[in-house]
């Protein structure tokens, strides 16, 4: 069963029962990046909307519009390779910008952000995020405490209860494919790991018959993908994520 419902299908009656009844809002978000021979650029995206699409699957959530361009960089290859590179300030601005429309439209809570690109620790697709994440948490702080929010008494208690599920911090999540609790850092670029899941999720994506028409030794291990692994590494994602909107 599908219980997604995707905004740009949508009409007011939907998305505003999606409000009142405060469901999980997915905000799949990748790149159009050079990923060899044998894997689409849009391989990032399609990961982090597959994986949002199995989540609803299993749990009623709304799908936004996936950002396809991102902050992909040159590091695997100089723009001939035709990636489209997003500078990480921008991509900060224009993620903070629809945070900022879903927040003013009453979207406060159950906001996931779910990135599968340069998904270590404090890479910049990740810091761009977590960045337009936290500025407009702070500011929404502000405008709907006041200035010195924090140093009234009443919020004396704020850091020691940021672990709580309804935190303030915890309104946007920032969700990292396939680098979620459980996956034990299972990444690579358009090699086993990577290529599993895109075929997993959209069979038939992956042109193994190509692979070697281009010297890119990231993508040799590309050639030992399996339905076994990249459905097991769906799963984790999908049961990791799910975990976080039932806190």
């Known amino acids: 069963m599908n219980n997604s419902i995707k905004m740009e299908l949508s009409y007011p009656r939907e998305v505003e029962r999606v409000k009142k009844e405060q469901l999980p809002?997915?905000?799949?978000?990748?790149?159009?990046?050079?990923?060899?021979?044998?894997?689409?650029?849009?391989?990032?995206?399609?990961?982090?909307?597959?994986?949002?699409?199995?989540?609803?699957?299993?749990?009623?959530a709304m799908i936004l519009p996936p950002v396809w361009y991102g902050v992909a960089s040159y590091a695997v290859g100089g723009p001939e390779t035709n990636t489209l590179n997003v500078d990480c300030d921008t991509m900060e601005n224009y993620v903070y910008c629809i945070l900022k429309s879903l927040f003013d439209s009453g979207f406060k809570k159950n906001i996931f952000i779910i990135i599968a690109h340069q998904t270590e620790d404090y890479m910049p697709m990740t810091l761009a995020c977590m960045k337009a994440a936290k500025k407009l948490i702070m500011s929404d702080l502000e405008k709907t405490s006041g200035y010195g929010w924090w140093g009234k008494r009443e919020n004396k208690n704020f850091y020691s209860n940021l672990s709580e599920s309804d935190g303030p911090w915890n309104r946007i999540r920032i969700v990292r494919v396939p680098y979620t609790k459980s996956s034990k850092g299972l990444g690579d670029h358009a090699g086993i790991y990577e290529c599993s899941m895109l075929e997993n999720l959209y069979p038939g994506s992956i042109k193994l018959e190509r692979l070697g028409e281009a010297d890119d030794w990231f993508a040799e291990t590309a050639m030992d993908m399996n339905e076994e692994l990249g459905k097991e590494m769906v799963d984790i994602a999908v049961n990791d994520i799910i975990a976080m909107i039932k806190e």
Do not use: F
């Open 25 to 60: 809002v997915l905000l799949p978000i990748g790149t159009m990046e050079y990923h060899s021979t044998h894997c689409p650029y849009g391989c990032d995206t399609l990961v982090a909307q597959g994986i949002c699409e199995k989540v609803a699957e299993q749990v009623e």
